[in-house]
Each structure stands twice: as structure tokens, then as C-alpha cells.
Nanobody, 124 residues
């Protein structure tokens, strides 16, 4: 079992920055691939970014160049640095974990552990 706890959400003006954190714990949790997903009001949850233990990462087209995913394996924490935030980035952001794979993945169904989510609101 892996436990995930997100933090760092809040209210920010468009063009601003936020950094989300996700602390993970549990046996062998440091080996897991980690991902960030988000769900905006009235929309389905969507992939944002993912990172393997090695540090290789992928991003959705909508955030590429603005968001950066990273992880500190010693601290069992994964981060999502969000810059140049837009109104459409408003959503509940979820941290998730999946069994390690050969490559980073944005497929939601592959992620088996989920955090409770943290709200990010971007205002004009």
C-alpha cells in the first residue's frame, strides 16, 4: 500500500507560479513511477505529467514548457512546478503512483494509488 499526500495548492493570478508537492510513503513506494493528473469542474480527469524513478519524464501538450515535474527520492516527494499559469489550469490536482515501467506513462488506468487532491485556482 502506498499513501500519497498532496500540498501546495491555492489561489494565484494568471501568469503566476505555484509548486505542488506530493509526499509518498509505504513499502517500496520509492520505486514507483509518479504522475500528476488534474480535473477541472465539469470535465474528466486528465494527465498532466509523469516521472520515473530515474527522472525521465513526459508532459501533456497543454503544460509542456510551463510545468516541470521532479522528484526527490531521498525525501520520497514528487513536485510539480507550475509557471505561467493560465485560467484553464484551474483544477483539482491529483498525485498518483503506478508500478515501475519501462517508460513514463500518462495512462490513468495504470495508476493504482491516488492522493486526495489539492485545489489550484487561477484568477484573472
Amino acid at each position: 500500500q502506498v499513501q500519497l499526500v498532496e500540498s501546495g495548492g491555492g489561489l494565484v493570478q494568471a501568469g503566476g507560479s505555484l509548486r505542488l508537492s506530493c509526499a509518498y510513503s509505504g513499502r517500496t513506494s520509492s520505486n514507483y513511477d509518479m504522475g500528476w493528473f488534474r480535473q477541472a469542474p465539469g470535465k474528466e480527469r486528465e494527465f498532466v505529467a509523469a516521472i520515473r524513478r530515474s527522472g525521465s519524464s513526459i508532459y501533456s501538450d497543454s503544460v509542456k514548457g510551463r510545468f516541470t515535474i521532479s522528484r526527490d527520492n531521498a525525501k520520497n516527494t514528487v513536485y510539480l512546478q507550475m509557471n505561467s499559469l493560465k485560467l484553464e489550469d484551474t483544477a483539482v490536482y491529483y498525485c498518483a503512483a503506478r508500478q515501475p515501467g519501462w517508460y513514463a506513462s500518462g495512462v490513468e488506468s495504470e495508476y493504482i494509488y491516488w492522493g486526495q487532491g489539492t485545489q489550484v485556482t487561477v484568477s484573472s
